[in-house]
T-cell receptor
């Protein structure tokens, strides 16, 4: 079983829809949670960054972390064709310097999202 | 503007050849990382470095090596390329451990 599980999709929605993307994880030491967006043939770029449990909102994007359930979500409101991309969740633990997970990101497989006009 | 670049962007090579992929960042970040991205696996860590002369193995390091002689560069070497190493390779850097990693544009490698 992978440490981070993410439904690869693909997910296809009409413009204006609310999109929900999710990841589950097994390592309870993870404390920092990120969502990256990756356009075709480009490198991933950071979209949202959260620490521990709770919600964070940035424009049309909301990231949620539920550490008790080991579950994170990204919501996209009023989705646009320009949101069409692969979305990758990533997480890491603080650990200790030199620890096995120190500073290293563990990624989900990525979800391919297409928003139709 | 500060940035992270990778070269070449595309590379075709033959099995058994040595290949080096370059990564250069101008942010003066201490931390640099190499990943490979394959369908169904997401991004997997190959090697990483927390500073000059420091290198560490990631989860898929077999057949790869890195060296860090300065802050700006972390070249990735495939000692003897294998078809299983056909992939898209991404370099990333970060200032501090808990801070975000910034990714380069990627190198598409095909090993025939």
């Amino acid at each position: 079983q992978k440490e981070v599980e993410q439904d690869p999709g693909p997910l296809s929605v009409p413009e204006g829809a609310i999109v929900s993307l999710n990841c589950t994880y097994s390592n309870s030491a993870f404390q920092y949670f990120m969502w990256y967006r990756q356009y075709s043939r480009k490198g991933p770029e950071l979209l949202m960054y959260t620490y521990s449990s709770g919600n964070k909102e940035d424009g049309r994007f909301t990231a949620q972390v539920d550490k008790s359930s080991k579950y994170i979500s990204l919501f996209i409101r009023d989705s646009q064709p320009s949101d069409s991309a692969t979305y990758l969740c990533a997480m890491t633990s603080r650990g200790g310097a030199g620890g096995t997970s120190y500073g290293k990101l563990t990624f989900g497989q990525g979800t391919i999202l297409t928003v139709h006009p | 503007d500060a940035e992270i670049t990778q070269s070449p962007r595309h590379k075709i090579t033959e099995t058994g050849r040595q290949v080096t992929l370059a990564c250069h960042q101008t942010w003066n970040h201490n931390n640099m990382f190499w990943y490979r991205q394959d369908l169904g696996h997401g991004l997997r860590l190959i090697h990483y470095s927390y500073g000059v002369q420091d290198t560490n193995k990631g989860e898929v390091s077999d057949g790869y090596s890195v060296s860090r002689s300065n802050t700006e560069d972390l070249p990735l070497t495939l000692e003897s390329a294998a078809s299983s190493q056909t992939s898209v390779y991404f370099c990333a850097s970060s200032r501090d451990i808990q801070e975000t990693q910034y990714f380069g544009p990627g190198t598409r490698l095909l090993v025939l």
